[in-house]
């Protein structure tokens, strides 16, 4: 096999012998249930996951977090809330991931919604232009990143945009690249802020693995874009009309395939079993990512130095897991690498380096050495 570097950390964490075992308990669970597999298997793999990602991210009830297979999908639940024939006005940031700015572009089209986007950047003092537009009113949803995947830099005022949003506003967090990776407790803003996530990335646990975290007072929203598993409960009493669960099940879909929260269950039961917790893992990932700048400085990449770097030219220290070169050449340096046997990625003028708990120096050692 070609001996390869894997620094797309950001894109797709590699994945732990667990996530086979996890999927293979799926397959068993059809083999030896079949219909009966959601009562007897399923369901405790959930309710054992969402205990997991509760614990994790330091909610006080693991029923407040909602399953699917993308973050897409619930991002337009949230957006089907809203009676889409009147006018329907979105806070958000020029650096928001295409599961949003498509569907934002999208809905720009109908004459009615509006999308007001605060450029990230220069970074110094986006924190206070987005939160003075915040607090200025009138939105119906306010959606920002905890981390941007086209640099990597990283927010710090959540609990300020939870207190400062007005209270009619919907507050959304994309934690998909703070998930795992950045130390996020959100028991202080849990009762005002939808957290969205999933297992791609820093949760080792690959695709159909999303999740999002629903405050109870979204218990009086009513989903457009439903699905039957959103009254599952009460389907031997169905009437003719649309009810919803009283907790984050209201957000659910319909029929999916089940094995990613195996997977995603099988990594957070082996973090738990192996005592790795995100502050360890992060802790990791900053020593290696230091080692990787003194290396940068030392010896440059390409023609690239530290001052490439775009949390380093932004001057800011809050940044995620990976490290995000701003320059012209981003594809073909990208491609000169992967001839290398190095793996990582570009976005337009952004070469990234993603960091995971399964890397070490000895990695970084050996990428530049190549180089």
Not at 64 to 90: E, G, K, M, Q, Y
């Amino acid at each position: 096999m070609e001996d390869r570097l894997h620094f797309a950390a950001h894109s797709h964490h590699l994945w732990p012998d667990r996530v086979g075992e996890a999927q293979s308990d799926c397959i068993d669970a059809a083999f030896c249930w079949a219909d009966e597999k959601w009562e007897r298997a399923i369901n405790p793999v959930e309710e054992e996951t969402r205990s997991l990602l509760a614990y994790m991210l330091g909610l006080s009830d693991p029923n407040r977090i909602a399953f699917a297979p993308n973050t897409h999908s619930l991002f337009f639940r949230l957006v089907s809330c809203f009676d889409l024939r009147r006018p329907l006005r979105i806070l958000s940031t020029d650096s928001e991931f295409y599961s949003f700015s498509r569907q934002a572009l999208r809905l720009e089209e109908y004459d009615n919604i509006h999308v007001d986007r605060v450029p990230t950047l220069p970074f110094r003092d986006f924190g206070k232009r987005f939160l003075d537009r915040a607090s200025e009113g009138g939105w119906d949803m306010i959606y920002v990143s905890q981390v941007f995947f086209n640099s990597g830099l990283a927010i710090d005022f959540m609990e300020q945009l939870a207190g400062q949003a007005p209270a009619d506003s919907l507050v959304v967090i994309d934690g998909y690249h703070g998930c795992g990776a950045l130390p996020t407790n959100l028991g202080a803003i849990e009762d005002r802020v939808i957290y969205l996530a999933g297992g791609y990335k820093y949760l080792q646990s690959g695709e159909g693995a999303c999740f999002m975290t629903v405050p109870a007072a979204a218990d009086t929203l009513r989903p457009l874009y439903t699905g039957w598993f959103a009254e599952f409960d009460a389907l031997d009493a169905h009437e003719d009309a649309v009810n919803y669960a009283p907790d984050g099940r209201r957000f659910l879909g319909a029929t999916f395939d089940p094995s990613g929260i195996f997977r995603l269950n099988g990594v957070l039961s082996l973090w738990r079993d192996e005592g790795i917790d995100v502050p360890l893992i992060h802790a990791h990932v900053r020593d290696l990512q230091r080692h990787f700048m003194a290396c940068v400085d030392e010896r440059g990449l390409f023609g690239l130095g530290l001052e490439d770097l775009l949390h380093v030219q932004q001057g800011t220290g809050s940044f995620g897991h990976f490290l995000t070169f701003r320059t012209a050449d981003a594809l073909s340096h990208r491609k000169r690498l992967r001839q290398l046997g190095v793996i990582t990625d570009s976005r337009e003028d952004r070469l990234r380096f993603g960091f995971g708990l399964y890397h070490d120096v000895e990695d970084i050692d050996r990428l530049f050495a190549r180089l």
